[in-house]
């Protein structure tokens, strides 16, 4: 262990500085032991709709286990969407506590599904609510603009 000269250059041995990862655990509830990152994230199990899919998500997929924030929030949220049935995420981050906010990442696929396409880009529409088949839902509709921040040289001369 240590140094030593080999060929006129210095080698270390066993002198890397190994550290394991600190999220990383051993469970062997299966009887077989493995290893489990605990930091990874978990999946949120998120429903879309599309602008060319003929229905709409009704109900929610199951999840795994919900922590007492997230229940909390998923109540909330179908107060919320009781209102108002298509919202950004903006809106939801303004109407709920800031206590919630990460609690919504889990929270909203149990109450809603999201929108990719179209009028109704980057929303949150609740379960059984197809926003195409009423003009109700036009009030809804997200107008986005993309603006190209690099300016050329010769429009600036």
Known sequence: MGWFLKGGLKIITDCYSFHQNPYLRTDDSNGKPFLFNYSK??????????????????????????????????ELLRKIFKERPICTRRVIRNLIPERLHYATKYALPQVSYYWRLGPWRDTCVKFGVDPRKSIEYAKYQVIAFKIDAVRSSKVWK
Do not use: F, M, R, S
Not at 41 to 63: H, I, R
Not at 69 to 74: A, D, G, N, R, W
């Open 41 to 74: 994230g978990q999946p949120t199990k998120t429903l879309y709709g599309d602008w060319d899919v003929a229905t709409v998500p009704t109900e929610p997929e199951p999840t795994g286990t919900t922590t007492n924030q997230t229940i909390e929030c998923v």
